[in-house]
């Protein structure tokens, strides 16, 4: 049967806003004229004359935050606990079973920046879209930070899922969640203004930190949710094994069979 695959990841890049200042990645290139001595370098005698060209190889060398480009939080990044206080599991330890699963996309692109989704709204997209949760199902939020990435205004764009929203997609059985924002949680400006004005610590990182309650892992900075259809096709989003770490790298992408 036919299939047709859309990419759902961005590309890891260096020098656009893709991540507040401090977590920025930075990506150094070499060339194959750069690197013919590190090849020649392995087999005394060989000059760089004697390789095609006198070309090395081509390579790269990353200095990067697990939490740089698309990616998958394990609980552990929300809090040291989850599931009412047992140890949150890490990266490598997160169900290969969550990873690979019928998705829904809810479309949540005229919410306003910073807006908090509640669980009425998910239900009434639910309703909308004539979709019924499954366990496992993998749930994306389409928001207005969507087709905002690598712009100065991504990191303040795009609603927020709430503690009492993604509770609620987790008591029906969803492990696995993603947003095409920077955060799950509402734009930290923006939070920031809201408990300047309330000083109500539990407004912070609340989405995230339903993983306390019942432990689940979300993808970060998904693109290309505005061309998915609201249901019908499956996520893949297996991450990067890195031990005892907080997220890994995923190349999240959607499966339609045609």
Not at 35 to 43: E, I, K, N, Y
Not at 100 to 113: A, I, M, S
Not at 147 to 172: I, P, S
Not at 192 to 220: F, L, N, Q, T, V
Request: charged residues 25%; proline residues 7%.
């Amino acid at each position: 049967m036919p299939r047709k695959f859309i990419d759902l990841s961005v590309a890891l890049e260096s020098d656009i806003p893709s991540d507040p200042d401090i977590m920025l990645p930075e990506i150094e290139y070499f060339s194959h004229k750069d690197t013919a001595s590190q090849l020649t370098g392995f087999f005394p005698g060989l000059e760089t004359d004697d390789l095609p060209n006198g070309e090395g190889w081509a390579l790269e060398k990353l200095t990067i935050y697990t939490h740089n480009g698309t990616h998958l939080d394990a609980p552990y990044h929300h809090h040291s606990t989850m599931n009412d206080g047992k140890r949150a599991i890490t990266i490598d330890e997160v169900p290969l079973e969550w990873c690979f699963n019928p998705g829904v996309k809810l479309d949540f692109r005229h919410l306003p920046d910073g807006h908090i989704v509640t669980p009425a709204e998910v239900d009434a997209e639910l309703d909308r879209i004539g979709h019924k949760l499954s366990p496992l199902d993998i749930v994306l939020i389409n928001t207005a930070a969507g087709d905002r990435y690598g712009e100065a205004d991504y990191l303040v764009r795009g609603c927020g899922m709430g503690r009492k929203a993604t509770l609620h997609l987790l008591e029906q059985g969803v492990r696995v969640t993603g947003t095409d924002a920077w955060s799950w949680d509402a734009p930290f400006t923006l939070t920031a203004k809201k408990y300047a004005a309330e000083k109500d610590p539990s407004i912070i990182w609340e989405g995230h930190r339903a993983s306390m309650k019942i432990g689940y892992c979300h993808i970060e900075k998904l693109t290309n949710l505005d061309t998915l259809p609201p249901s019908g096709f499956s996520v893949s989003c297996f991450p990067f094994k890195i031990k005892a770490a907080s997220a890994g790298f995923v190349r999240a992408v959607a499966i339609i069979e045609d």
